[in-house]
């Protein structure tokens, strides 16, 4: 076995390859947790506590959590964490925020949504907010910074006595707040909606407030009342200021929104909060914002259209190459079927196991509406995935084999159902061991490029999917493969079948890698995107050149597998480290498959090779043509090669078959010094069949003509002798005559051909020649001699003979109309003055313009024999 070359023992070259990919891998791993942003997330705060302490700071808010339902997910703050690593840098972003304890700024936090399951009939999947939720927000460590309420759904207990006796500097012991019911108050306080808050005024000394103003809200305590919240959330009130105050009114009832800001910039964010609460000292939301930079948020609107403009591009090559490549039948449909199964089925399945946990199947007829959405979007991309399987892998099978077939030859393998020899372990070790390498080259490419950021659409797998090491393994399977047949064999071997350049190739499809990213997360900016994933597209490319398709799709499929899963090692107690133990266990797995092939399995030179249908048909299809062809060479070689040179006479003849052998026949047998017989035939049928009787009929012709001086009398032995040996059902109408140049006659019989027209020179009348006769093989009895007539025809100078079959007169143009007998006659008429091969000529270019594009259907033959004047 060899891991570089195919075919060859283990050496010195493979121990250096196993090395320089433990070697790799071993600095990835190491290196990779300054790298990767996924290293900054704190999972200290499981789910389970989350879902209590959210639910705790709803109830102390005054909102029943009783008959709720709960959705939990750790999410990322995209933009904040983009617009971080682009202001400081990746590694220092990723330093400052594991670092920073006190710090304002939350990329990662818990978000919990609370819904009633039997009001929510239309809910949205994977925890987005409605109007018939509320959403708490917990930052890493389970402490409250969010409260989103769309819904503006009032508290069932809208009094908070702790509240308001923070912001009015309150004894709690005072009779007045024991004593004072809940209904009381709610009709007590308000905002001073006459006057408004002025935030300017709060440098001055705090007023001393009349009696009858004694339950309208001052601004000092309306700053007090949002400090309260403050003080009891992850937001710290000493590093905020309060900006703006303002009065609105939710639900028919007076609230008053504050706006807080940082008064230093945070990890170079500027934080802003909104914070909505009631007279009652309620709160009603808390909104927070960062500074992302301008260019973070418009530079992805570039790329998507860089992206869709590509993308339309490539489909509109890929459909038409596919349609040219079918109607070609230079497709593999049965195992490009396989793939669009398999296809088909990995995109619903990974749909459902996506959205699975946002259902609890034992809630009631609620969530049905939820299912079907879910459903229709099961089949809807199932059937588009499926399709697009099929395309691509058609068009990439079919370039590939035609033009580099080698790189299909494992691949050819497994489908095959040969899953354990020792090519395809070679493939699996070998694609191990790459994936080492691509990962050591993705984490020192990170660390030469500290400004190239990673945006995050997801944080752990866990939260992401029901059944997480399974859902990661059948999501990067599709993703892997489409994308490898769509860059690789589709694009990439367009290329290469036009340019035969496999630097050029591996150009291309570096390029086309950095444009479409098929690798986890998105980046920025775009120039180090480009050089980043240019070069690990140049590697990916490297791969496929040194070994082969079945080598770059495990390789690929590995490498963005051990990116996705590396959040289950990158941080501590992380719920993700369960499906990061499944893909080490499933590597052993790859590991064992491979060591288990290449010990036991079959040698790649006793394995069949695989040859797909369509190429073993057109390889027939290729064989039978020639065949024809040969055929047709042969045919030819039967009928006359020159004329007979008999002085006074002109005789031309034309043979056009409607494919590549016919069963028109024509001859001339010279007798004597002055006789010469001539014969013209059609036989029944077409194709190689009336070929080999068109053969057989000379045959019997040129055995009777010089024992037979009678035209009848050689016809009737003919038929005798093709009854004897054609097939039933098979006849040929033929014309037999002798030219006597001596006598100046023409002496013939009719087998059922066509007529024979006489062109006299004298008068110029052209007659229609039909005695009877019927075609050979119809019949065997004495009623083909009875009804055969032997016609002797005079001929004087310049007098014209003409022979043809029903393709003449019968051929047929676009609009399905007969070139016809009368137009027949009327060139006759028209070139009578011209030589036999003028006339020819003249007649065949006329049918063909007659013709047109239309397709000849029937075999073309004619004959013209004159008698010249002395």
């Keep these: 076995m060899s891991l570089i070359k195919q075919n060859h023992a283990f050496g010195l070259w493979d121990y250096l390859f196993l090395c320089a990919g433990i070697l790799t891998g071993a600095w990835f791993f190491l290196s990779y947790q300054s790298q990767d942003p996924r290293s900054a997330m704190d999972s200290s705060y499981n789910e389970q506590s989350a879902t209590l302490k959210a639910a705790e700071v709803l109830n102390n808010f005054g909102y029943s959590t009783d008959q709720l339902s709960t959705l939990a997910d750790f999410q990322v703050y995209s933009d904040l964490l983009e617009s971080l690593q682009e202001d400081l840098g990746r590694q220092v972003a990723i330093r400052s925020m594991k670092d920073s304890a006190d710090s304002q700024v939350f990329p990662f936090y818990w978000n919990l949504r609370f819904y009633n399951s039997e009001e929510t009939e239309s809910m949205e999947v994977g925890g987005a907010n409605d109007e018939n939720s509320l959403v708490i927000q917990l930052d890493s460590k389970g402490r409250w910074m969010g409260l989103h309420n769309e819904g503006e759904k009032l508290p069932q207990r809208q009094l908070n006595r702790e509240a308001l006796q923070y912001a009015f500097k309150e004894d709690s012991s005072r009779d007045l707040w024991k004593t004072v019911p809940d209904s009381a108050w709610d009709g007590v306080l308000s905002f001073d909606v006459e006057n408004g808050y002025d935030v300017t005024s709060l440098g001055l000394p705090e007023a001393e407030k009349s009696e009858d103003q004694a339950h309208i809200f001052s601004l000092f305590e309306l700053k007090r009342l949002g400090e309260y919240y403050l003080n009891n959330s992850a937001w710290n009130p000493d590093k905020l200021v309060l900006q703006d105050v303002q009065i609105t009114t939710l639900n028919e009832i007076r609230a008053a929104v504050l706006s807080f800001q940082t008064t230093a910039l945070d990890l170079d964010q500027q934080v802003s909060l909104e914070l909505t609460v009631m007279p009652t000292g309620s709160v009603l939301n808390l909104e927070s914002d960062y500074n992302p930079s301008a260019e973070s948020s418009s530079t992805p609107g570039v790329r998507q259209l860089v992206i869709l403009a590509a993308l339309f591009i490539f489909g509109v090559v890929a459909l038409f190459t596919f349609f040219f490549r079918m109607r070609a039948r230079a497709v593999d449909t049965k195992s490009s079927l396989v793939i669009s199964i398999i296809g088909g089925l990995l995109i619903p399945t990974v749909i459902f196991l996506q959205n699975l946990d946002s259902f609890n199947l034992f809630e009631g007829g609620a969530i049905w509406p939820g299912l079907i959405f879910i459903a229709i979007q099961m089949a809807f991309f199932g059937a588009i995935g499926s399709v697009g399987f099929f395309v691509l892998a058609s068009i990439g099978d079919s370039i590939t084999r035609q033009h580099w077939q080698k790189k299909l030859v494992c691949y050819d393998y497994l489908r095959q159902g040969m899953f354990f020899n020792r090519p395809v372990g070679e493939v699996l070790l070998r694609s191990v061991v790459l994936m080492l390498m691509l990962s050591g080259l993705w984490s020192l490419l990170l660390w030469i490029f500290p400004n ?45 079948a036009r340019l035969k350049n496999q630097w050029v190739f591996a150009l291309f499809t570096a390029i086309a890698f950095a444009l479409i990213v098929p690798i986890p997360f998105y980046y920025g900016p775009v120039l180090e995107q480009f050089i980043v994933l240019g070069i690990l597209g140049l590697g990916m490319a490297l791969i496929y050149l040194k070994w082969d398709f079945l080598t770059l799709l495990f390789s690929h499929y590995l490498f963005i597998t051990l990116i996705l899963v590396s959040g289950g090692w990158l941080v501590g107690s992380s719920p993700d480290l369960y499906v990061f133990v499944n893909f080490i266990i499933f590597l052993i797995f790859i590991v064992g498959w491979a060591i288990f092939s290449i010990v036991k399995g079959k040698e790649e030179k006793s394995l069949p090779s695989y040859v797909p249908e369509y190429v073993e048909e057109l390889a027939q299809e290729e064989r039978i043509k020639q065949e024809l062809q040969i055929a047709r060479g042969v045919q030819n070689s039967f009928l006359p090669t020159k004329t007979p040179e008999l002085e006074g006479l002109d005789i031309a003849a034309l043979c056009q078959p409607a494919y590549e052998t016919g069963g028109d026949y024509y001859d001339f047998i010279q007798l004597d010094d002055h006789r010469v017989a001539v014969t013209i035939g059609d036989v029944s049928g077409k194709g190689i ?145 011209k030589s036999s091969q003028e006339i020819i000529d003249i007649l065949s270019e006329d049918v063909s313009s007659f013709i047109g594009s239309a397709k000849q259907h029937d075999d073309m033959t004619m004959m013209v024999i004159k008698m010249n004047k002395h």
């Design 452 to 496: 190239f950021y990673f945006s995050l659409e997801q944080t752990f797998l866990n939260y992401e999917a029901a059944w997480a090491p399974l859902f990661v393994l059948l999501d990067n399977t599709w993703y892997s493969l489409i994308n490898i047949l769509g860059i690789y064999l589709v694009a990439g071997s367009l290329v290469y």
């Design 689 to 833: 069949q009336a070929a080999f009787y068109m053969t057989f009929t000379k045959g019997i012709l040129h055995s009777l003509c010089r024992e037979t001086e009678s035209p009848a009398e050689l016809l009737k032995k003919a038929n005798r002798l093709f009854c004897d040996n054609a097939s039933k059902g098979t006849f040929i109408s033929l014309v037999y005559g002798i030219v006597d140049m001596k006598n100046k006659t023409f002496t013939f019989s009719r087998a059922g051909h066509n007529p024979i027209l006489h062109l006299k020179a004298k008068d110029g009348t052209l007659n229609e020649l039909q005695p009877n006769g019927l075609g050979l093989g119809l019949t065997k009895t004495a009623s083909f001699d009875d009804n055969i007539k032997e016609v002797q025809l005079a001929l004087g100078e310049g007098d014209m003979l003409v022979l043809y079959t029903d393709g003449i007169v019968e051929a047929l143009n676009e609009t399905h109309q007969f070139y016809g007998g009368n137009r027949l006659l009327d060139q006759l008429k028209n070139q009578k003055n």
